[in-house]
């Protein structure tokens, strides 16, 4: 199996410039070499993490609206793992259109599966952090949606992604109550325009926008607006 | 007059009263001293019994210089620094150099040699830059001159003369012997009579010949100053044809780029440390460097009532926390947005306000000076294409090799198109773009190596983006301490993208600290 070169560069010595470039960056001397098997060691995701997400994800994968990246702490370890791997795979990230998703894809092409299982089990572990402010400071993009009709409109989405938004591994669904509502508005679109969801591969995806396709923009801020309401618990 | 007191004597008075921090406000204040040499120093005053922990988050520019001066005054500092390296945004390239930008990691592979480096972040200074000097001074790091403006460089956009360069003097001198000729022509009593009698009207068309080079009809024909089309030695010179004005107009070249030179802060001449901007940074770390920890990521800010607490992952992930009186901060606002913290929420949308700008550098180690066989030495050809702009070295003249800028994208949409690409892609671009002012370039250069700042680790943006409402509502408040925590950094001046911004943040900050101290040493 492929290691990671991240890993790789927190254990070992290498040739390739890219790796290379990495050991600069993270620090040859980051754990004594060959001292430990690579997949010892409790730090290894959080480590893993904080090298290559935590600049733009933010402090234990809380998110951050400036950067627009959406919190990940608290989903369940096979959603992300599952996400993770489908950007590193390219169903994720690909359509010109997708401008974050392609932003994200190249983040992730140099890491082996088990440690995108990794970092991903690690964030499900963390809390779901609590909303850090009002609208200006989540980075909701004010689309003054209607809460009221976005909750009987949630019916629909309630059998997959649960009553309280808490979501459902065995559905492939992820949680939606605690995720930055700017994040699942956005996702909500591109699903819609079949910016996300439409590779052949990504059949999760695509089972999400066929779900969605009958959603007119309004009524995606209405649902929205419902969401954010529902609580973190 | 009898009875007026003389400025020596007043300065005399002042002296014995103030001590000489006094006589020189006050003999700044009466113009007898330059405000540069004011502007330049901070004077902190010393701690004394009072010494303070200040912790520092990033150890760019804004981060070193307030280090540098707590340490000076005589306080205790830590500075954290989440990358490898310390410089944040002075970075300078070199042979192994790594860039850290998100999913486009490079390795510099340019031939070590002294000249062959690239200022992929800050690369002029201007004279007016007080501070900036000042530590040039201070920490020995020999300057340069820099050639911003060069009138042998050349001017390019696909819409206009065909698609091929023409030379900036070339352009600024048929453009204005037009407008010359165009006002000279129009110099009539009714039009000014109001604010010209019939002495001025003659000296303003006097005026206008010499802006212009006009003949004695008033008439632009031509002129020396745009370069001989052949001649002008051993024979005699012949001009250039005159340019047709619309013509000059298709150019983009005079919305923006033909004024370039008047700027105050882009004005010949300038400076450049020699051997690398990154020398600044070098000449900090001699001086604070112990104080450095590098790969040291803050993840959490925490203010109490008498100081502040900052966690942060060292090099092997680990959590640590550092307690200290105050707290300095100049890690970039929308990446403190992400951190676990107990700001308060308007500061916390003041954080959110400025936008994050897309500037995006790249250059090629050239085989040959090929631009000095084109009769250019340093300076800048503008271009319409995405690359903006082509820096030709203004040190290592003549010694065969040297680091040619390829690209230098200012607007957000160029430099989102080129950060968008790999590097491999921003290579290929920028050759072909390269190419139409430089037919030989794909021979001469190579080794691209390009920095897009939206992407850099730990920078996500540069320049900061204050529109004018964010400036309006929230620059105040981020310019204001809370509780004892500080943002500093050129995104905390109405100078951003200039180190002089980053360190005259650091001075406000300091100055505050400073008056608070003071108060409470008074008060304790
Ligand atoms: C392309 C370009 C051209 C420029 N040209 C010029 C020029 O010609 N002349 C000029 O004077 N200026 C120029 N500038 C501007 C100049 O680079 C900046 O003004 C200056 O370097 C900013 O210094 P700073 O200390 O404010 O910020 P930075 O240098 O950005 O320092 C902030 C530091 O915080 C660190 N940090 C971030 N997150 C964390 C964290 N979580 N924990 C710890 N540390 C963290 C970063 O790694 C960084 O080192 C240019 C900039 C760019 C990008």
Redesign the interface.
């Given at each position: 199996m492929q290691r990671s070169f991240y890993r790789v560069l927190l254990t070992s010595g290498l040739t390739v410039?890219?790796a290379?470039?990495?050991v600069?960056?993270?620090?040859a001397?980051?754990?004594p070499a060959a001292a430990q098997a690579p997949e010892a060691g409790p730090?290894a995701p959080?480590?893993l993490y904080?090298?290559a997400c935590?600049?733009?994800?933010?402090?234990?994968g809380?998110?951050?609206?400036?950067?627009d990246?959406p919190v990940l702490a608290g989903l369940s370890a096979a959603y992300l793992e599952r996400q993770l791997d489908s950007f590193r795979r390219g169903y994720r990230g690909r359509h010109p259109e997708d401008l974050e998703g392609?932003?994200m894809?190249?983040?992730v092409?140099g890491f082996a599966a088990a440690d995108l299982a990794a970092v991903g089990a690690w964030l499900a572990s963390l809390p779901v952090p609590q909303p850090?402010?009002?609208a200006?400071?989540t980075?909701a993009e004010g689309q003054g949606g209607d809460p009221a009709r976005g909750r009987t409109l949630y019916a629909a989405c309630a059998v997959c992604h649960g009553r309280s938004g808490e979501g459902n591994d065995a559905l492939g669904a992820p949680r939606l109550a605690g995720q930055a509502s700017w994040y699942t508005l956005r996702q909500l679109r591109k699903f819609m325009d079949g910016i996300r969801g439409s590779h052949p591969d990504d059949t999760s995806g695509a089972s999400m926008r066929a779900s969605v396709a009958g959603l007119a923009p309004r009524d995606a801020a209405d649902i929205v607006a419902w969401i954010e309401m529902l609580p973190v618990n | 007059m009898e009875g007026r007191i003389s400025r020596r004597q007043l300065l005399n008075a002042v002296g014995a009263a103030g001590g000489s921090a006094a006589v020189h406000a006050a003999a700044t204040a009466l113009g007898l001293l330059p405000a540069a040499a004011r502007a330049g120093q901070l004077d902190l005053r010393p701690a004394g019994g009072r010494a303070r922990h200040v912790v520092v988050i990033g150890a760019g520019i804004a981060g070193l210089a307030a280090a540098y001066e707590l340490r000076r005054a005589g306080h205790r500092c830590t500075i954290l620094e989440?990358?490898?390296r310390p410089g944040g945004r002075s970075l300078t390239l070199r042979r192994g150099d790594?860039?850290?930008e998100?999913?486009?990691?490079?390795?510099c592979d340019f031939d070590d040699q002294p000249h062959l480096y690239f200022n992929a972040g800050p690369a002029r200074i201007p004279g007016s830059h007080a501070s900036l000097l000042h530590y040039c001074r201070e920490l020995d790091v020999p300057l340069e001159v820099f050639v911003n403006d060069n009138r042998n460089a050349w001017v390019h956009d696909d819409a206009a003369f065909g698609g091929r360069p023409i030379r900036n003097r070339e352009y600024m001198t048929d453009a204005r012997g037009f407008l010359a000729e165009l006002l000279a022509k129009s110099v009539a009593p009714d039009a000014l009579d109001a604010r010209l009698d019939a002495d001025d009207r003659e000296r303003l068309r006097e005026f206008l010949r010499a802006y212009g080079d006009l003949d004695a009809s008033l008439a632009y024909s031509g002129s020396e100053r745009a370069g001989y089309a052949s001649g002008g030695m051993t024979s005699p010179g012949v001009k250039k044809p005159v340019r047709d004005f619309s013509e000059l107009l298709d150019a983009n070249f005079w919305r923006e780029y033909m004024h370039w030179g008047e700027l105050a802060d882009q004005a010949a001449p300038m400076l450049q440390p020699v051997g690398g901007m990154d020398r600044i940074v070098d000449g900090f770390m001699r001086r604070v460097g112990d104080a450095v920890e590098l790969?040291a990521?803050v993840?959490?800010i925490r203010l109490g009532e008498t100081g502040v607490e900052v966690a942060y992952?060292g090099?092997?992930?680990?959590v640590r926390a550092v307690r200290a009186d105050y707290c300095l901060n100049s890690m970039p606002a929308?990446?403190v947005?992400?951190?676990?913290h107990n700001l308060p929420?308007r500061y916390?949308?003041a954080l959110?306000a400025p936008g994050?700008g897309s500037l995006v550098k790249l250059a090629f180690q050239a085989q040959r000076r090929f631009w000095e066989d084109e009769q250019i030495y340093g300076g800048i050809s503008w271009t319409n294409q995405d690359i903006t702009q082509i820096w030709y070295p203004p040190h290592g003249i003549h010694s065969g090799t040297g680091v040619v800028l390829g690209a230098y994208a200012f607007d957000d949409e160029p430099g989102t198109r080129l950060t968008?690409m790999?590097p491999a892609e921003r290579i290929e671009a920028a050759l072909a773009q390269g190419e139409k002012i430089h037919p030989d370039y794909r021979r001469h250069v190579g080794r691209g190596v390009s920095v897009a700042w939206y992407?850099m680790?730990?920078v996500?943006g540069c320049s900061t983006r204050w529109s004018d409402e964010a400036m309006r509502d929230h620059f105040a408040t981020l310019q204001s301490p809370t509780g004892r925590h500080y943002m500093v950094g050129d995104q905390i001046s109405h100078h951003p993208g200039w180190q002089e911004g980053a360190i005259q943040s650091a001075y406000h900050a300091l100055r505050d600290i400073d008056r608070r101290e003071r108060e409470a040493g008074v008060a304790g």
């Open positions: 410039v890219a290379l470039a990495v600069a960056v993270l620090g001397g980051t754990r730090f959080r480590a904080g090298a935590a600049s733009c994800h933010g402090t234990d809380r998110g951050n609206p400036r950067i990246t392609l932003e894809r190249p983040m092409e850090a402010g009002d200006a400071t980075g | 989440a990358s490898h790594v860039v850290d998100l999913g486009a990691r490079q390795v790969r990521a993840r959490e992952a090099a092997r992930g680990e929308h990446l947005v992400g951190l676990r929420p916390v949308r959110s994050r968008r790999s992407r680790n730990h996500l």
